[in-house]
């Protein structure tokens, strides 16, 4: 959150200069908080599942002030926004829901849980997939005539994507963590709530904002994928080999 939000901005001022929604846009996508689906790839690749709890907690709980303060500093002088109002829709889309959810899981018995998890996890599947594709609506003049210009930005925002990936490995490494550990920070680090940056961006924002942002969504699970194919190449694999 200090880093990614400063090099998006940069990278920004650096390719598309003059044009301040594309530089908020590729900004906004990277100060939105953690995805959930980290948690999946983080247990896939044998990472520390309650750090990586731990942080989506901590990120989701945070949003509603990072997400401002961070588009405050970076783009406010250039974009208009509504900081009271991108505050409470942080809360009431991300901080609230998540809070219900621990609060069903801790007075849940296990077995109950497990069951409603199972029955609403389509249902859930559903959901997000109608409120990005919703929200996505209001790029679709964009997607129309792909230029030169439409490449460079999903270029740029691949190439972002990619680095917050990498930042996070080197991060953990520097720190001298546990392998299980440098695993929760690499997902955690890359992954973005991408629906949750969507709706702010339509919502907040003229609709050129949000063309990163929705970009971006193409690129998450794939990057992923490709760090999890690194990790067992570069991390996972001479631990395996002692064993």
Same mark, same amino acid.
């Given at each position: 959150?200090? %880093?990614?939000?400063?090099? *998006?901005? =940069? +990278?920004?001022?650096? @390719? %598309?200069?003059?044009?301040? $929604?594309?530089?908020?846009?590729?900004?906004?996508?990277?100060?939105?908080?953690?995805?959930?689906?980290?948690?999946?790839?983080?247990?896939?690749?044998?990472?520390? !599942? =309650?750090?990586?709890?731990?942080?989506?907690?901590?990120?989701?709980?945070?949003?509603?002030?990072?997400?401002?303060?961070? &588009?405050?500093?970076?783009?406010?002088? /250039?974009?208009?926004?509504?900081?009271?109002?991108?505050?409470?829709?942080?809360? !009431?889309?991300?901080?609230?829901?998540?809070? $219900?959810?621990?609060?069903?899981?801790?007075?849940? +018995?296990?077995?109950? #849980?497990? +069951?409603?998890?199972?029955? &609403?996890?389509?249902?859930?599947?559903?959901? $997000?997939?109608?409120? @990005?594709? @919703?929200?996505?609506?209001?790029?679709?003049?964009?997607?129309?005539?792909?230029?030169?210009?439409?490449?460079?930005?999903?270029? #740029?925002?691949?190439?972002?994507?990619?680095?917050?990936? *990498?930042?996070?490995?080197?991060?953990?490494?520097?720190?001298?963590?546990? /392998?299980?550990? @440098?695993?929760?920070?690499? %997902?955690?680090?890359?992954?973005?709530?991408?629906?949750?940056?969507?709706?702010?961006? !339509?919502? %907040?924002?003229? +609709?050129?904002? *949000?063309?990163?942002?929705?970009? =971006?969504?193409?690129?998450?699970?794939? &990057?992923?994928?490709?760090? =999890?194919?690194?990790?067992?190449?570069?991390? &996972?694999?001479?631990?395996?080999?002692?064993?």
């Amino acid at each position: 959150h200090i %880093f990614m939000p400063l090099f *998006a901005w =940069g +990278s920004g001022h650096l @390719i %598309f200069k003059g044009d301040p $929604l594309t530089i908020t846009g590729l900004t906004l996508a990277v100060v939105i908080p953690t995805g959930i689906t980290s948690l999946i790839w983080a247990a896939m690749y044998k990472g520390n !599942v =309650g750090l990586t709890l731990s942080i989506i907690l901590v990120d989701t709980v945070l949003s509603p002030l990072i997400v401002p303060l961070s &588009l405050s500093l970076l783009a406010g002088a /250039q974009v208009h926004m509504d900081v009271w109002g991108m505050m409470k829709g942080l809360i !009431v889309m991300v901080v609230i829901p998540s809070f $219900l959810g621990m609060l069903f899981n801790q007075i849940s +018995s296990p077995e109950r #849980t497990a +069951s409603v998890s199972s029955a &609403l996890s389509p249902f859930s599947k559903l959901c $997000l997939m109608a409120v @990005i594709a @919703i929200n996505s609506s209001a790029i679709a003049p964009y997607f129309k005539a792909v230029d030169l210009r439409f490449i460079g930005i999903a270029l #740029t925002v691949f190439f972002i994507a990619l680095t917050g990936y *990498a930042a996070a490995w080197l991060i953990g490494k520097m720190m001298k963590r546990r /392998q299980e550990e @440098i695993v929760s920070l690499i %997902f955690t680090g890359g992954m973005r709530n991408i629906s949750a940056g969507a709706v702010l961006a !339509v919502t %907040f924002f003229p +609709s050129q904002v *949000a063309v990163p942002v929705v970009i =971006g969504m193409l690129f998450q699970q794939i &990057l992923a994928a490709l760090f =999890g194919y690194m990790l067992n190449r570069f991390e &996972l694999k001479p631990v395996l080999q002692k064993a």
